[in-house]
Every structure is written in structure tokens, then in C-alpha cells.
């Protein structure tokens, strides 16, 4: 967690409702959801099938729109945001990692990255030497040269986390792309994002505990609320669902 006096907020939910469906026929998805990020956190949510954690995650990444409540990124209500202003904002403020990863196969890793950065106007030096930073640091230089359907799922997802990064988003969205990787590379890649982009917040739809147990904060989700916040440890301690998580996983190994 960060010290008290350097925590700048960057997300805010303020009792936030989702419902689907019409009169008669209403599912509550997100019942009164709120809680607050702080700026480079790493946040994971967790819970069961139909919990409704990637219906939270969608309207934080304005994919879907709230029914009630509001949503506040870096100061700014997003719940109010519409059209041309609302695509500029997704556009500069937020970045998303799906688990299909959106390359495309007839480009090369390097030409994956390059494209986001060629929309934004950015010259072709400045494009290398952006590439070849993050390449280092995310251990990909050996797959630029390659096209997407000759790399592994791990290959892919750096090369799509790197032209992620690249943008400068401020807030990384994670839907549930990692859990095809296996255990040791998804913690590693958590562990990596955590210490070498520490000013970049991370919001992690998580299956597996040990994957994301270094995490700042966890946030459990049952029938639509929060049921529990907290650490690794300190949930092992106050959560009924973490602890049953937790439980069945270790039985699993």
C-alpha cells in the first residue's frame, strides 16, 4: 500500500447499481457498489460465477453505463460523459487487456505495438525507441520480428500489455486475460507490472489466489456487492469466500 500522504486518488465508485432486463423481469447485477483506488495500485476482483464482476469492469471501462451511482476517474465523472467526449477519454485515459488480446495475426509483434502508437501521431524514432524500451523490460525483443499466430499465448499477451502501456493510460483493465497462461508466468507478469510501472493503476478480474495474492487490495464480490476489501492475509482472516477460494484451490494442487 502506498504512505498515507503520497496516495493520490484516481477511482472512485459511489453506490454504484446495475440491473438488466425490464419491469417484471429485473436482475440486480451490482447492488450499491462503492469503494476508491488509489493511483498505481494493483487491484484484483474476485468472486464466483455471476457475481458480477465483469459487469463492474465494464462499467469502469465505460463499456456498459451504470443504472444508478457514479463512477469517478482521475476527477471526472465518467457516468455523465457522452459521445465524441466520452470515446476521447477511453481513448487517452484507459487501457484493456481482453483475453483474446485484439492483435492482429497479419502483423508482427512490432507492427501490433507500432499501429496504437502510429494513431496517436507519434514518429517513427520515437516509435523504436518506445518499443524497444518496453521490449527489454517485458522480456519480448525475441517475438517482434514474428506474426501473431507463431507466438504463445504468454508471447501475445506482453506484446498486447506492451502497446497497452504504451499509450500511458493510467488505468489498465485486465478481463480476465491471464487465465490461460500458466500459474508461474501469470505471477510473474503481475509482479513485473507492479514494480516497473508503479504510477500506472491495475484493475484484475482474477481465478487464481496465487496469482494475485501480492496484490495491494482484493475485492470480493457476492450477488452483486462487496462482501469483503482487504489483503491476502487479512482476508484469509475475514472472508468466508476468500477462505472457501482459497481452500478449494489448494485442494486442486
Same mark, same amino acid.
Given at each position: 500500500?502506498?504512505?498515507?500522504?503520497?496516495?493520490?486518488?484516481?477511482?472512485?465508485?459511489?453506490?454504484?447499481?446495475?440491473?438488466? @432486463?425490464?419491469? @417484471?423481469?429485473? *436482475?440486480?447485477?451490482?447492488? &450499491?457498489?462503492?469503494?476508491?483506488?488509489?493511483? %498505481?495500485?494493483?487491484?484484483?476482483?474476485?468472486?464466483?460465477? @455471476?457475481?458480477?464482476?465483469?459487469?463492474?469492469?465494464?462499467?469502469?471501462?465505460?463499456?456498459?453505463?451504470?443504472?444508478?451511482?457514479?463512477?469517478?476517474?482521475? %476527477?471526472?465523472?465518467? *457516468?455523465?460523459?457522452?459521445?465524441?467526449?466520452?470515446?476521447?477519454?477511453?481513448?487517452?485515459?484507459? %487501457?484493456?487487456?481482453?483475453?483474446?488480446?485484439?492483435?492482429?495475426?497479419?502483423? *508482427?509483434?512490432?507492427?501490433?505495438?507500432?499501429?496504437?502508437?502510429?494513431?496517436?501521431?507519434?514518429?517513427?524514432?520515437?516509435?523504436?525507441?518506445?518499443?524497444?524500451?518496453?521490449?527489454?523490460?517485458?522480456?519480448? &525483443?525475441?517475438?517482434? &520480428?514474428?506474426?501473431?499466430?507463431?507466438?504463445? %499465448?504468454? +508471447?501475445?499477451?506482453?506484446?498486447?500489455?506492451?502497446?497497452?502501456?504504451?499509450?500511458?493510460?493510467?488505468?489498465?483493465?485486465?478481463?480476465?486475460?491471464?487465465?490461460?497462461?500458466?500459474?508461474?508466468?501469470?505471477?510473474?507478469?503481475?509482479?513485473?507490472?507492479?514494480?516497473?510501472?508503479?504510477?500506472?493503476?491495475?484493475?484484475?478480474?482474477? +481465478?487464481?489466489?496465487?496469482?494475485?495474492?501480492?496484490?495491494?487490495?482484493?475485492?470480493?464480490?457476492?450477488?452483486?456487492?462487496?462482501?469483503?476489501?482487504?489483503?491476502?492475509?487479512?482476508?484469509?482472516?475475514?472472508?468466508?469466500?476468500? +477462505?472457501?477460494?482459497?481452500?478449494?484451490?489448494?485442494?486442486?494442487?
Amino acid at each position: 500500500m502506498k504512505e498515507e500522504n503520497n496516495m493520490e486518488k484516481i477511482l472512485e465508485l459511489i453506490n454504484v447499481e446495475k440491473y438488466y @432486463g425490464s419491469k @417484471g423481469n429485473i *436482475t440486480k447485477a451490482l447492488d &450499491k457498489v462503492s469503494f476508491e483506488v488509489e493511483k %498505481g495500485e494493483l487491484i484484483s476482483i474476485m468472486g464466483a460465477s @455471476g457475481s458480477g464482476k465483469t459487469t463492474l469492469l465494464n462499467c469502469i471501462s465505460t463499456i456498459d453505463r451504470v443504472t444508478s451511482g457514479r463512477i469517478i476517474i482521475g %476527477g471526472e465523472d465518467i *457516468t455523465s460523459l457522452r459521445g465524441s467526449r466520452l470515446n476521447a477519454f477511453r481513448r487517452e485515459k484507459l %487501457g484493456f487487456i481482453f483475453q483474446d488480446f485484439n492483435l492482429l495475426d497479419t502483423l *508482427t509483434g512490432y507492427e501490433n505495438i507500432a499501429l496504437a502508437l502510429s494513431i496517436q501521431n507519434v514518429g517513427a524514432r520515437e516509435i523504436e525507441k518506445r518499443i524497444m524500451e518496453i521490449a527489454d523490460t517485458l522480456n519480448i &525483443k525475441d517475438v517482434l &520480428k514474428k506474426n501473431t499466430y507463431q507466438m504463445s %499465448g504468454g +508471447q501475445k499477451q506482453r506484446v498486447a500489455i506492451s502497446r497497452t502501456i504504451l499509450k500511458h493510460a493510467e488505468i489498465i483493465i485486465f478481463d480476465d486475460a491471464t487465465s490461460a497462461l500458466d500459474l508461474k508466468t501469470e505471477a510473474n507478469l503481475y509482479s513485473m507490472l507492479k514494480n516497473a510501472y508503479p504510477d500506472t493503476t491495475k484493475i484484475i478480474i482474477a +481465478q487464481r489466489i496465487a496469482s494475485v495474492k501480492d496484490a495491494d487490495r482484493i475485492v470480493i464480490l457476492d450477488d452483486g456487492h462487496i462482501s469483503a476489501v482487504g489483503t491476502h492475509d487479512e482476508l484469509l482472516k475475514n472472508s468466508a469466500i476468500y +477462505q472457501d477460494i482459497y481452500n478449494s484451490q489448494l485442494n486442486k494442487k
